[in-house]
């Protein structure tokens, strides 16, 4: 089926391509067509060849909405030939030749069954984002093809940056289309991004105006961090006396599938489209000829030297500065205003860094080893991490019972672990939860945090304390998992209302999603054959395996008038002011969060659990130690004997 767009150039050498090598590097810009055409040039133009094509991309959004289109285009209906697989939400069959998935499920589906019967090819869309899951996707499947040669492997990318693909596929043949794009005038903000500088929603509602008589057609897409940084964008914008007559709307990950798909309707009102960087090159949105970039991005880095998980708002790199400005000559002449000066763009990255050197790899490793690779050192990488996240991650594996800490090699409860759609924490929580006759109840806490946020901000102090005296745990105190247990079931007792919901802060569709995942697991334990006990659970319980789960994470508070802690190794944090375990002298937390603000950076811990002294002796007896040291006091000058106690890295009381 022949289109206009830009990859068509490309179609007969594509083809000609696959059928003399069977890895291909594809380069075409945002917009090109190459998500939605490659898939159906190699299922129309090589019919004689059996079997399935996956296209791998790195969002669930984008992969629903990609499937929605190329269904449309090929009049079927979505879930016969054209279907797709995310997490939690799946429409494909039997009969599926075009499966558009995301990378986290194809890579537990290539640990799962490496075979990868009834696939004819492998598409990675998008791959200049180097998502983890790709990068491990791609090397195991290139050792996947020495046994199937008849395996399809290519790789697609919005830049022209390739060269590392490129060599690390050969052979391959590397293709490149150069797209169709008209011109953009792109100006820059003269109050900067510094300190000083006024929100960001705050810039755009300003500069809107101005923005709008710059180009007084089309639809205007508008780059936002976060769902937070939109919502106050779209709120400020909805106050302009120039937008009364535009469509003001959001696009980000959280939001249900029906508000999605608006922004991708045609209608005959202008649009004011306000997203994440998912509208950078994943999904293209017709019709838009004005682009205001913030400029940023939310990151989630993983600090392998310290253990903490740091989400942070950040410059994004040039080129993806570069892929944004783009959007607004996709049909015609474009402008493109960014919110920084013209002298900070040098100061920017030249290119997005790959997560593989910014995430946590304790996950990864985990399931190299359930795919065969005992030594990741020894590993296939298209780019290796660092020695100190690598050892970092084997140590958090040992921690938790997943790796034999002699052999090195997997242990029996790392491979049952693995199992799990889950960081090693969480299937080490559910482990516990069987052998602690509270299964039932750690699936559920285990699935409030594996999505988005289970309760939102509300933006009125006494409705914020209304919240609370609603739930109240007086019969499930000491765990803030336990005051998310109590908002979940609200929630379902009201089927996940809306309105409920809206009216308590309570995300409705990440508690069905909760309710969702809490099922899987369930049904993934019974199929281990886990015991499942239906008697009343004893909470104490509950909070040992929260404990077992996080043994790095054990937190002692310095004192009572703030909520200062202490951490293994010497770290620092303050717990979260909403932690119902803030009157608690030693607690667990699942959540050690560095955030940055305004230059500088807090620790802040959160979904804390009450724990006690004599617990930690009871799980971590190796781990559990006393200290005597005798030293000359010159205060009182005489010989003391102070005394310690310690629980791995942490100090829980000297004297």
């Not at 929580?429 to 509270?438: F, N, Q, T, Y």
């Not at 790095?552 to 004192?559: G, K, N, S």
């Not at 002298?585 to 603000?597: F, G, K, P």
């Amino acid at each position: 089926m022949a289109t206009h767009l830009p990859i068509e150039s490309v179609r007969e050498e594509l083809l000609d391509s696959v059928q003399s090598c069977n890895r291909l590097v594809l380069t075409a810009p945002a917009g090109a067509g190459k998500s939605t055409q490659v898939p159906q040039m190699l299922l129309d133009g090589l019919p004689e060849q059996p079997g399935a094509i996956l296209v791998l991309q790195p969002r669930r959004l984008a992969a629903r909405m990609l499937a929605k289109r190329v269904a449309a285009e090929r009049r079927k209906t979505l879930g016969g030939e054209v279907g797709f697989q995310v997490r939690f939400q799946e429409k494909a069959s039997a009969d599926t030749r075009i499966l558009y998935i995301t990378e986290g499920l194809f890579w537990r589906r290539l640990v799962g069954d490496p075979g990868l019967p009834g696939i004819r090819a492998v598409l990675f869309d998008e791959f200049h984002e180097r998502h983890m899951a790709g990068d491990l996707a791609l090397s195991r499947i290139i050792d996947i093809q020495k046994s199937r040669p008849d395996l399809l492997v290519g790789v697609m990318s919005a830049t022209l940056e390739t060269a590392l693909v490129e060599e690390f596929l050969q052979p391959c043949r590397a293709l490149r289309c150069e797209g169709r794009s008209f011109p953009v005038v792109t100006e820059y903000s003269e109050d900067g991004t510094g300190p000083d500088s006024r929100p960001i929603w705050e810039k755009v509602a300003r500069r809107f105006p101005q923005v709008l008589k710059k180009n007084p057609e089309g639809d205007v897409l508008v780059f936002m961090p976060g769902a937070y940084e939109i919502r106050r964008s779209v709120e400020a914008l909805q106050l302009l006396r120039e937008t009364r007559d535009m469509d003001v709307l959001s696009l980000h990950g959280e939001m249900p599938p029906e508000q999605q798909d608006r922004v991708l309707e045609n209608t005959s009102r202008r649009k004011i489209i306000v997203a994440t960087n998912v509208a950078e090159t994943s999904l293209t949105i017709e019709g838009v000829r004005t682009v205001v970039d913030s400029g940023l991005a939310r990151v989630f880095r993983f600090d392998s030297r310290r253990g903490v998980d740091t989400l942070v708002t950040e410059r994004v790199s040039q080129s993806s500065a570069e892929q944004r400005a783009g959007r607004a000559g996709r049909v015609a002449p474009g402008y493109c205003l960014r919110l920084w000066k013209e002298q900070e763009q040098s100061a920017m990255p030249v290119r997005t860094e790959p997560e593989i050197h910014r995430i946590d790899l304790a996950p990864s490793l985990l399931e190299l080893r359930v795919s065969g690779v005992d030594d990741p050192t020894g590993f296939n990488w298209l780019e290796a991490p660092e020695s100190v996240a690598l050892e970092q991650a084997e140590q958090a594996l040992q921690d938790l019972g997943a790796v034999d800490p002699q052999s090195g090699s997997l242990a029996e409860d790392g491979r049952r672990m693995a199992a799990f759609p889950l960081h090693p924490r969480y299937a080490r929580l559910l482990l516990e939860g069987e052998k602690r006759g509270c299964l039932g109840l750690v699936c559920q806490l285990a699935a409030f945090v594996q999505g988005r946020n289970l309760l939102l901000p509300l933006r009125e102090s006494r409705k914020e304390r209304d919240r609370q005296e609603l739930l109240r745990l007086d019969e499930m105190p000491g765990s803030d998992f336990f005051y998310l247990y109590k908002a979940f079931n609200l929630a379902a007792e009201n089927r996940f209302s809306m309105d409920f919901c809206r009216e308590w802060g309570i995300h409705a569709v990440a508690a069905r999603e909760a309710w969702q995942a809490a099922r899987q697991f369930l049904d993934l334990a019974r199929g281990q054959g886990m015991h499942f006990s239906e008697e009343d659970v004893d909470l104490r319980e509950v909070r040992k395996c929260l404990l077992a789960a996080f043994p790095q994470q054990v937190a002692r508070r310095l004192d009572r008038g703030t909520l200062r802690c202490a951490l293994p190794g010497g770290r620092r944090g303050e717990l979260r002011r909403t932690s119902v375990a803030d009157g608690s002298s030693l607690v667990v937390v699942a959540e050690v969060e560095e955030v940055v603000r305004n230059h500088s950076r807090e620790m802040l811990l959160g979904l804390a659990t009450e724990v006690e002294d004599g617990w930690l002796e009871e799980l971590f007896p190796g781990r559990f130690s006393e200290t005597s040291e005798t030293l000359f006091d010159e205060r009182s000058r005489r010989v003391v004997v102070r005394r310690g106690r310690r629980v791995g890295g942490l100090v829980l009381g000297e004297g």
